[in-house]
């Protein structure tokens, strides 16, 4: 089985633009995305449509793709960059991996690795166990419920399940939620497949792409992980991730 990474990374951010380029800890942040990727996975690309961050790249040894700016997803831009690695390389599974994650761990991509083990799997993804009480309410982070053979059911904003004649404090207690880290990983063919459906009901009700996926049919193995996901959205989450490296 023939894995590649592809980190989607574009320069414009309403929240954080330049986000790719900042320095954390002495380098730009695509850089630490790309090295920790490099870890479990021999070849990387990084896929924008940015020269600023295409010149980044190739600066300290890395691969980059250009890509379409008129992406509206992360997944259709890791769909341009793999066809286009295709044209040269043989592999049978693209890792997306978000490039706002410096801290990405080996055992997190492995652990996506290790689902396409079994060769009914299209799509994988990865979980966490909630161990805040307030994490379950929050509708920026996405929930996830899985059945006894660790495929995703459903992904909601809202919490799920919800948890009958019990107060809402205490359901952590009384059952396991579980919270969605948004690196994926598909079957090249799976990946090209996913880019030509269109938008569903439930991708527009609750904003996730997964949810597209899955109302069309698709099955989503999910892994599971101990560690948090540190993404950076923000000039604050920034100011967070230089605490997370100096501790």
């Given at each position: 089985?023939?894995?590649?990474?592809?980190?989607?990374?574009?320069?414009?951010?309403?929240?954080?633009?330049?986000?790719?380029?900042?320095?954390?800890?002495?380098?730009?942040?695509?850089?630490?995305?790309?090295?920790?990727?490099?870890?479990?996975?021999?070849?990387?690309?990084?896929?924008?449509?940015?020269?600023?961050?295409?010149?980044?790249?190739?600066?300290?040894?890395?691969?980059?793709?250009?890509?379409?700016?008129?992406?509206?997803?992360?997944?259709?831009?890791?769909?341009?960059?793999?066809?286009?690695?295709?044209?040269?390389?043989?592999?049978?599974?693209?890792?997306?991996?978000?490039?706002?994650?410096?801290?990405?761990?080996?055992?997190?991509?492995?652990?996506?690795?290790?689902?396409?083990?079994?060769?009914?799997?299209?799509?994988?993804?990865?979980?966490?166990?909630?161990?805040?009480?307030?994490?379950?309410?929050?509708?920026?982070?996405?929930?996830?419920?899985?059945?006894?053979?660790?495929?995703?059911?459903?992904?909601?904003?809202?919490?799920?399940?919800?948890?009958?004649?019990?107060?809402?404090?205490?359901?952590?207690?009384?059952?396991?939620?579980?919270?969605?880290?948004?690196?994926?990983?598909?079957?090249?063919?799976?990946?090209?497949?996913?880019?030509?459906?269109?938008?569903?009901?439930?991708?527009?009700?609750?904003?996730?792409?997964?949810?597209?996926?899955?109302?069309?049919?698709?099955?989503?193995?999910?892994?599971?992980?101990?560690?948090?996901?540190i993404g950076i959205d923000t000039p604050e989450d920034l100011e967070q991730a230089e605490k997370f490296l100096i501790a």
């Amino acid at each position: 089985m023939n894995f590649i990474a592809i980190i989607p990374a574009r320069f414009q951010s309403t929240r954080f633009p330049g986000k790719p380029l900042v320095l954390l800890g002495g380098k730009p942040i695509i850089q630490w995305v790309y090295e920790n990727a490099k870890k479990s996975v021999s070849e990387v690309f990084v896929a924008t449509d940015d020269e600023r961050i295409y010149s980044a790249v190739e600066a300290f040894g890395g691969k980059a793709v250009y890509t379409s700016p008129s992406h509206q997803s992360g997944t259709d831009r890791c769909a341009e960059a793999a066809m286009k690695v295709a044209e040269k390389l043989k592999f049978d599974v693209v890792i997306n991996i978000q490039g706002d994650e410096p801290f990405i761990r080996t055992e997190q991509i492995e652990g996506l690795k290790d689902c396409f083990n079994s060769p009914e799997t299209e799509i994988a993804t990865l979980i966490k166990p909630i161990t805040n009480p307030l994490e379950i309410t929050n509708i920026n982070r996405p929930k996830v419920v899985i059945n006894k053979n660790q495929d995703a059911m459903y992904f909601s904003r809202s919490t799920i399940p919800f948890v009958r004649d019990v107060p809402s404090e205490d359901w952590i207690k009384r059952n396991t939620f579980y919270s969605h880290i948004g690196m994926y990983a598909y079957r090249f063919n799976i990946l090209l497949e996913l880019t030509q459906l269109p938008t569903g009901m439930l991708e527009k009700a609750e904003s996730l792409e997964q949810l597209r996926w899955l109302e069309n049919g698709y099955r989503i193995k999910t892994a599971q992980t101990q560690f948090e996901s540190i993404g950076i959205d923000t000039p604050e989450d920034l100011e967070q991730a230089e605490k997370f490296l100096i501790a």
